[in-house]
């Protein structure tokens, strides 16, 4: 089998999780990273009612968040210029909550792309699943 181009896959990955996992032709791993991330991600938007993703007030989780793909500039447009009115049309324990989870998303989608790429560079290399086997089981 031909290995494939981890540059796309990276890429890939980024704009949508688990999409470069698929395209390396592992979809188990794909189809979780993106159920996970995906979810984790739209969860934190809906609990933060759509005040997650926001440059202005969270600069730092908003480069977290970035790594969850393209969907956080979009969301970051179509958030418009007006302010979040904290406490007023939003608890801010809801929103901080969210804006943590969609970056978190982030970071996850971050590390599934560190994963990807080490596989890649050493696919004869223990991965996490391996470390947890019992050698002694297995020489019996």
């Known amino acids: 089998m031909a290995r494939r ?73 179509l958030r418009g210029p007006e302010a979040i009115n904290l406490g007023e049309s939003i608890g801010i324990l809801e929103h901080q909550t969210g804006v943590v989870w969609a970056a978190v998303a982030g970071v996850l989608n971050l590390v599934t792309l560190a994963e990807l790429f080490r596989r890649h560079s050493e696919p004869e290399a223990p991965g996490p699943a391996d470390t947890m086997r019992n050698p002694a089981q297995e020489a019996a």
């Open 5 to 77: 181009n981890i540059w796309l896959a990276l890429v890939l990955g980024w704009l949508v999780p688990g999409l470069g996992h698929f395209y390396v032709r592992r979809p188990l791993h794909g189809a979780l990273y993106a159920l996970c991330i995906c979810g984790l991600y739209a969860a934190g938007v809906a609990l933060a009612r759509g005040t997650a993703v926001n440059w202005d007030i969270h600069p730092w989780y908003f480069a977290c968040q970035l790594w969850a793909g393209p969907i956080t500039i979009g969301l970051e447009f």
